[in-house]
């Protein structure tokens, strides 16, 4: 059994790990950090463990950490994630980074968008986990970078018309809604259920969002081109899911069938890929709780544009799954152990 | 008092309708029909209206219903409101008919669309009913097209960019999203609370929704040439609600205050549109149970394109509340009678 | 116009009070504080009331205030109410107070319940605003202690039993659910939406919540002796609206039709309370945004029970409706004004 | 590897056994059966399983069925289970009925609240499937009647206060919530997402619920007397879940900590049985998805009541995990079997 740290496991992807971890066969998670309540069994933070998992949260010393753990998942705000990483790279700890702060190959990108990076030397040893582009480099890594919430929805979609060049790179848009948990934990009057429930709204529209320089950075080096994207992200009133709708403009014609096809050849194998048959549509609601991304791919030809929807749980193949699928292949261990559950529905 | 029937009555908009003229000073429902629930209070329907609108629900016979009514509201599925809008009409009778049918002006595209036309020759007198674009026509019609939840919202959010010529036309990506009282009140599986609630899916997609021509209609004489546009539906787990975030491909820069300050203008002294201040975005929370159409308008200018985001309530701007307005104008009533109400949050 | 001030304008009650006197025809707000938005736009902090009511909230300066406003409504929590009634008294302003402050007439079982109460001299000048039950001392009161949204709903199912001596009193057990808009609207992690959304809790069980003085102070005046009550709340996850199911012993028996006329009797000509139909029952959704209670009775005669269920939105008829309907019968304006609009459903 | 047929598979408690059974080592479901949907595959009704169980299902021919199966799972209505039941029985077939036709061992009880019953001469071999309480008579049984949902909870709540004669028994009232999934899958209005959200309702009111008797033969049996209980249902607006608030009047004097101690000692062991200490209650987001039920004792010492609280999801605890609980111990598996699942939150 292999020891398991999770470092900022009071949130809702720290949660999540929690759970995926306990079915895991070949693992044990041996440390959970929390700084804003340390002390406390993470059983009294999060009531669906009592009995099954009633570890006492700790600090957050990295030394401390590692000496417990082998695997060590970092599920930290950015900033903080890079403070610690390099301590755990030097003892030779393998991590699973569920931050933004080694996604971005170019420091200065990242300065852009986030704030000057504190450990650009470590850049190069990040690999970006997402296991259908990057499979064999993420089994030699020593930090992977997993990847955001929309990021992992809005590739997947479009990583076959790209690499085949069947749509005009420059023509991208992705619409995006993401379910509540996407915005954390913390106490904000924003996230408050009677400020979420029974609304739809857009944020951080006309190219504002974070995610933007990772998802291009992905889409470019699959395109053999730099592009750019317009990206829009909502939040809809549910816990879970992420449903990214993304229009392109084909190069050729296509037809629905072709598309179909396409797409089960690209992700042929692939065990958390499901490409629908035309005339069925992906929900949130069906990949609730399971590491899947569900995709459908069709042609508007009405005006010439491709449109694909694919849709996550952003909980898990949006975040704490796709990292236990990644340290999966870091380890050697089968692909899917611990993430054989079907998707909780309703 | 002008006497008022609605017909089709015991489905959402019907109950909206009647919540909205409750409180109009110039009105007074006198007639309710139902198919499905004739010889039922209307209260015993919607529990709601219990004590304040009693009212014997009775079936669909035009003439009789012409008889107790000086305005009528059709309230009904495509086809059904053509089969009785011409007696109403031969009657005298002002309409406010809340279907398709006579939305689009060329019988051949309702028949390519719905079904073949069944009474083509009133066409001309319907005037499409979207009063902040074509209120001086709906002031002299007999028969207003009362237009659909989506094209409200995509028309009112691209009507000044298309006036101004200052988008591609061929650009334009409409991306909306939809509470479920849009899909009305019939017993199907669908739409039953746990198919819907905790999930979000687009419908619809690639050109088959039938919103599509009439939104093609509206803004390409707008826009002054036929255009085509993508539009996808989406369903929200919440009951009311249209958010629609439009796309298109700007002529020329603009900054956002350009923008803002041009929306401004364009609906200078319209009641029920509110243009919102940069860095702030519509929520279908703000607009629930109240006529606004909430606009927001943001340059992506590292893509070069305007990203359009507008907000209504769709059983009121989107339905039961437009048709009110437009009744205001055709009986010469202040425009915003009956439709004071503040949106009611949470 | 009479003016109004809203002490405590930026929670849900406070905005809740502003959407129903803006339909109110014979006043006007004036005055808005908040202590934590002091400085911005009311519309800023509700987006709602954009373009019909932008006055800018400032801090709470009781004289200030009294000279703006004929009438104040405070909408504070506890204690920081009566810091600042005693004030307004002494300038002879008239006062709804929506706070705990001035609703228990002993500061003895104030001061068990909550703290020592700092203003025990104007106890007795305060009127405990329940119009069904206390019409006629309400009009000609100058403070009106406006009651809790949990025992408005319990001591109105209830009033006609003990009125009557129909139930054993020291059988009463109340069990109530909430929406989480109860919850008010400051940031704790425990009112995310993830965290009310899709769960339903108990709390404060066991005797533990500070409405039970209350609810014992009323039912005990309409019994005629001191009885004590099992009370439990639970959360739901909805936004707004409290249903009570409540249980007595009955003294004697009693059937349904004969219980329902005594209700019936018991509350003719109210305006606001609705006794339903035997075999027809209250839901939260049909009173939602009116002032009305909805109340069934039921003798449940295998075990010699009578069962009550009311529904009221607890925001209006549980807050600031009966606010506005004590401040109508204080002016001796028409008690339904402002109050006339329909629940809104879906 | 023992085979499985589920009968009835197209409704929730169908997929949520499929679901559970995906996990389980020791069996593979073989058959499924569904009156509606025969032909189609099982993935087709249910997206979650598409790529993991695409059985298609096909119509209900017993004998078919049982040749494929060792154990049978029969998630029909009532009355559709026992005209199939006998034929699984004479031909060998361990079956797990989640019907209510085989749970009271009375057939003039069944006869008075459902219908007169068609197979009396099985009763006596059908074991009431509640582990907790009759274990060891599980093991041995050919026919098993799974628990209703709302008696799960609520018989485990009383379970330990009537074992040890610490209530009156009269005194029992179970005030109880549930999730939509309670109403099953079938399209009717009043389970519309629309007239579900947003609104809580009680319905069954005074006695009428037909899980009364089944309730009521358990807690008497526990009693050792029998016993009459007041049962209020109402329905929550979320998927899943039941929590039950159960009063009655303690016998004798007790502190919060004897209670919690008696209630630990009486379900020591228990591997889904969680009583939670003084302070902490349960919550139905806490246990959904996994087959716990919570429990929380407390002391209304003002009115010498007790107040009990229990969570269990009821398509887990309260139906598809119990049977498969009941399964294990039929077969001889170890009893958690494919039940190891955490809940899922948010």
């Known amino acids: 059994m292999l020891k398991i740290a999770i470092v900022g496991a009071s949130g809702y992807t720290g949660l999540e790990l929690i759970r995926i971890l306990h079915r895991h066969p070949e693992v044990a998670v041996t440390c959970l950090t929390s700084e804003q309540s340390a002390g406390k069994r993470i059983s009294e933070v999060f009531p669906t463990l009592r009995g099954r998992c009633d570890i006492v949260l700790e600090n957050l010393e990295p030394v401390r950490v590692a000496e417990k753990a082998d695997i060590i998942f970092t599920a930290l705000p950015h900033k903080a994630a890079m403070e610690v990483v390099p301590t755990f790279l030097k003892l030779g700890k393998k991590i699973i980074d569920l931050s933004a702060d080694y996604r971005l190959s170019d420091p200065a990108v990242y300065g852009e968008w986030y704030m000057p990076h504190l450990n650009p030397e470590n850049l190069k040893k990040a690999v970006y986990g997402l296991p259908e582009i990057r499979r064999e480099m993420i089994k030699g890594a020593q930090l992977v970078a997993n990847p955001g919430c929309y990021p992992t929805s809005i590739i997947l979609a479009l990583a076959p018309l790209l690499k085949y060049g069947l749509i005009d790179p420059s023509s991208i848009i992705a619409d995006s809604a993401s379910g509540a948990t996407g915005a954390g934990r913390s106490a904000k009057v924003d996230s408050l259920y009677c400020e979420v429930n029974e609304g739809f709204r857009a944020y951080a529209i006309g190219g504002a969002h974070r995610h933007i320089p990772e998802i291009e ?75 899947f991304c569900d995709i459908a791919a069709t042609v508007d030809s009405r005006t010439g544009r491709i449109v694909l929807v694919s849709a996550i749980d952003n909980l898990v193949k949006g975040a704490s799954g796709q990292a236990v699928q990644n340290m999966n292949l870091l380890c050697g261990f089968p692909e899917t152990s611990g993430l054989e559950a079907l998707a909780i529905f309703p």
Chains 1, 2, 3, 4 share one sequence.
């Open 217 to 291: 950075q992905e889409l470019s080096l699959l395109a053999g081109e730099p592009l750019k994207i317009t990206f829009t992200p909502h939040l809809v009133p549910m816990d879970r899911g992420i449903l990214s709708t993304v229009y392109a403009s084909a190069e050729k014609t296509l037809s629905n069938e072709t598309l179909a096809t396409l797409y089960r050849e690209f992700y042929a194998g692939e065990p958390f890929v499901r490409i629908l048959p035309n005339g069925t549509l992906p929900s949130t609601a069906y990949v609730r709780g399971s590491n």
